[in-house]
């Protein structure tokens, strides 16, 4: 953890010492009571936390407000439900690298157990963002849907936005580096790859199909490789 976040709602209550935040402040930053780290509330400011009483059950902490985060860049992730190990990797490593949204959507091709998992019906994929945001030093999260279908995902984006769709298959060429004066919508299918249908919903949608080169990639690897393209210059 490079800052510490915390809910809106937790602030001014204790800290329980069981919780992974409060064994981070001990024992990895080693902080005493009156010393001071980085803090901040999750989508709000960030600025300092002091540990203002190191008690047996819990710490009492007190949140200084500093800067407001700056807005996200306007990048929108457009993504079929993949298999949880590689969903809970693409939440954390796309909020790091700093995304506006990310839409999942159940794809024709999909496994359909993947969608129904712990992570998605227990909200745990929330803890995931929060890891992402506090590993960049940021306090902002990325707004997180699920769609039943790719066209609810695609009605769902932001209007004006230059989509952009990662296909191994039918792609005529590779995704260019370089920022966009536009939003961008990155949309990544199945890991079978987009149907038939869905292309053509691509294509009416506006979306241009890109690939990454000749290297068959895991989902997570092609999304960290698009973002760094899309975010560079």
Request: charged share 25%.
């Amino acid at each position: 953890m490079n800052i510490i976040l915390f809910e809106p709602g937790e602030v001014g209550s204790p800290l329980p010492r069981r919780d992974p935040r409060a064994v981070h402040i001990l024992r990895v930053l080693g902080r005493r009571e009156g010393d001071r780290f980085d803090a901040g509330i999750i989508n709000g400011p960030a600025g300092k936390g002091l540990l203002v009483a190191i008690g047996d059950e819990a710490l009492s902490i007190r949140l200084e407000a500093g800067r407001l985060p700056e807005p996200a860049d306007p990048i929108h992730l457009v993504v079929a439900v993949p298999r949880p190990q590689t969903a809970r990797k693409i939440l954390n490593e796309a909020t790091s690298l700093g995304v506006a949204s990310m839409r999942f959507f159940r794809s024709e091709k999909r496994e359909a157990s993947y969608s129904s998992s712990t992570l998605w019906t227990s909200r745990e994929w929330r803890r995931h963002l929060v890891e992402g945001a506090a590993q960049a030093f940021d306090t902002r999260l990325p707004e997180v849907t699920m769609h039943g279908a790719l066209r609810e995902a695609l009605a769902a984006l932001p209007a004006g936005c230059a989509g952009i769709a990662l296909d191994n298959y039918e792609a005529p060429a590779r995704l260019a580096a370089g920022r966009s004066e536009r939003p961008i919508a990155l949309a990544f299918g199945a890991e079978r790859g987009w149907s038939a249908a869905e292309r053509t919903l691509l294509k009416e949608n506006g979306f241009g199909l890109a690939h990454l080169g000749p290297r068959v990639l895991r989902m997570e690897t092609a999304v960290v490789t698009a973002l760094s393209l899309v975010k560079s210059g």
